[in-house]
């Protein structure tokens, strides 16, 4: 199984970006997928999160500013992040939970995601 995440970049306050992330792998599916970030000096949090039903969860931080969702075919996520700030800066991995197993979780590479002032 692979997460592959896209997208991240250098962007100015105020900006937008869009997360991509691709999950692949034979025969696997994928239930609740998410964006998470960690920040230089702290833990890994969680940004976002969408169910295979399509159901949202947000983080505090972000909510009203990122929306997640995911195409069709269910297995690639999409974060699209606005009026970004300066705290938003970190490395962005995606995750996947297998649909058969809800203790299998697979971990994107990361991509990073600088926000200038």
């Known amino acids: 199984v692979q997460l592959q995440a896209s997208g991240g970049g250098l962007v100015q306050v105020g900006g937008s970006l869009r997360l991509s992330c691709a999950a692949s792998?034979?025969?696997?599916?994928?239930?609740?997928m998410g964006w998470y970030r960690q920040a230089p000096g702290k833990q890994r949090e969680l940004v976002a999160s969408?169910?295979?039903?399509?159901?949202?969860n947000y983080a505090d931080s972000v909510a009203g500013r990122v929306f997640i969702f995911r195409e069709s075919g269910k297995s690639t996520v999409f974060l699209e992040m606005n009026s970004l700030k300066p705290e938003d800066t970190a490395v962005y991995y995606c995750?996947?939970?297998?649909?058969?197993?809800?203790?299998?979780?697979?971990w994107g590479q990361g991509t990073l995601v600088t926000v200038s002032s």
């Open positions: 995750n996947a939970v297998s649909v058969f197993n809800d203790r299998i979780i697979y």
């Open positions: 969408i169910s295979r039903g399509g159901t949202a």
């Open positions: 792998g034979s025969g696997i599916g994928f239930g609740t």
